[in-house]
């Protein structure tokens, strides 16, 4: 009598050389497609995100609580319309200071005027020198620049005073709100974020390494968000410079009016680019989209080996309408089920071709 450790071994081994027991009436017959060697055009994918072309974080520019804030997420602004209220309390005390002086260096400039003018009458009397007049002259001066310094100043403190007044930048919406009332405001600090409505751009950053590629692709697409939809941007902008750290380029993608106007900025969209005649067609493979399997991080095939299935996990490329490219993981000849869920089902068997 066997082992039962012994025939548990010879089980795994068997199962493991691709020999099981005859398949059973009711096992799962799963369609195949083979692999086939073929020119595709090199290309990539990468996640970017929808974009409002005019959008702006409007911030505080000035010190204080807020004691309002005006509109919500969601909402439609004017030009100029009240975002939000800052205790004006501090910045009115310093046009208060700065009032007064305006006012001191007012009375400085008259107490100087009078006293050139006594100095010039005494000069032309010889009752002083000519260094008692230029002293007079120059405290003169001085006094008109003290003026137009203290005036200068009240302007400043008028201005701070006005920002005390969050508006809207342009009309738009609301896209988000960043402080709460009863929240301390400091210059710098987001207070809403507006935007214009109807005009969207995909933002993707390609890494450096691709730029050749990218910048030679034939066509460039974007997949919306929830839909199997591709459609190409009406204008693509790439930024002239990389970013020193992530060693990306900035693609701009203008989306056409009907895509923006049923979009909002911040979904994710997929963005792809096909390559171009000169340096991205090479020999290759792809397999049905429909064969690859996507759970969390694993990419994967079901393919045939000695009559049953076996996962494999693949790295893929470009997607190529109903294909998908596959960089690695398969070779021309392979059998991959075009059905992957039901080849994992316990005796799921390749189709006869």
Known sequence: ??????????????????????????????????????????????????????????????????????????????????????????????????????????????????????????????????????VAETQLKAAEAGLQQAQAGRTQAALARNFTNVTAPFNGVVLATHVEAGDLAVPGRPIATVYTPGALRAVVQVPASRAAVARGARHIEVQLPGTARWIAPTTVTP??????????????????????????????????????????????????????LKRGELTAVYVVQNGRFVLRPVRIGASLGNDVEVLAGLKPGDRVATEPVKAGLAGAMPAAQ
Do not use: C, Y
């Open 1 to 134: 009598m066997s082992h039962p450790r012994i025939a548990v071994l010879i089980l795994a081994a068997a199962l493991a050389a691709g020999v099981g027991p005859t398949a059973r009436a009711d096992a799962p017959s799963v369609p195949t497609a083979t692999v086939q060697p073929g020119s595709t055009a090199a290309g990539f994918e990468l996640d970017g995100a929808l974009q409002a072309v005019q959008q702006s974080t409007v911030a505080a520019q000035v010190a204080g609580n807020v004691l309002q804030l005006a509109v919500k997420a969601g909402d439609r602004v004017k030009t100029g319309q009240l975002l939000a209220r800052i205790d004006e309390r501090e910045t009115q005390a310093g046009l208060a200071r700065s009032d007064a002086g305006v006012a001191q260096a007012e009375a400085e400039l008259r107490n100087a005027r009078v006293h050139v003018e006594r100095t010039r009458e005494l000069r032309a009397q010889g009752f002083v020198s000519q260094a008692a007049l230029d």
């Open 239 to 292: 930024l002239p410079i990389a970013d020193a750290v992530s060693q990306t380029v900035e693609w701009r993608l203008d989306m056409p009016a009907d895509v923006s106007a049923a979009s909002t900025p911040g979904q994710m969209v997929r963005v792809r680019f096909v390559g171009a005649d000169a340096v991205a067609v090479t020999a290759g493979i792809s397999v049905p989209a429909t064969a690859v």
